[in-house]
């Protein structure tokens, strides 16, 4: 079974950093769309980073840029999400997916593990 398996979420002060990872198992991370979306309560699922499936192409919303960056470590097949200058408006589950329908407005395009996406980990930005 391909599992998704995200971790790194905290509650944070605005400003501080965290680094979520996303451990791929039953799958090559890199063969596949992947990346990230995030959702806050009340809020509809956004998309926030993905590569494409080559991982030539990688995208960032633009509320995000800047101040986020995704990296994939294909030994040990994990995704990344850096999150620097963190803001409250970040606050939000953060999920990790291969799923083109949630990154069907991005250009990372290609093959994906469709509909398959983590359980989700909590990130809180607050004084």
């Known amino acids: 079974q391909v599992q998704l398996v995200e971790s790194g979420g905290a509650l944070v002060q605005p400003g501080e950093s965290l680094r979520l990872s996303c451990t791929v198992s039953g799958s090559r991370l890199d063969y596949y769309v992947i990346g990230w979306f995030r959702q806050a309560p009340g809020k509809e699922r956004e998309a926030v980073s993905c590569?494409?499936?080559?991982?030539?192409?990688?995208w960032y919303t633009d509320s995000v840029k800047g101040r986020f960056t995704m990296s994939g470590d294909s030994a040990k097949n994990t995704l990344y999400l850096q999150m620097d200058s963190l803001k409250p408006e970040d606050t939000a589950v953060y999920f990790c997916a291969s799923d083109l329908t949630i990154f069907r407005r991005t250009p990372c395009h290609g093959r994906s593990l469709d509909g398959v996406w983590g359980q989700g980990t909590a990130v809180t930005v607050s004084s």
């Open positions: 590569f494409a499936s080559n991982h030539a192409t990688s």
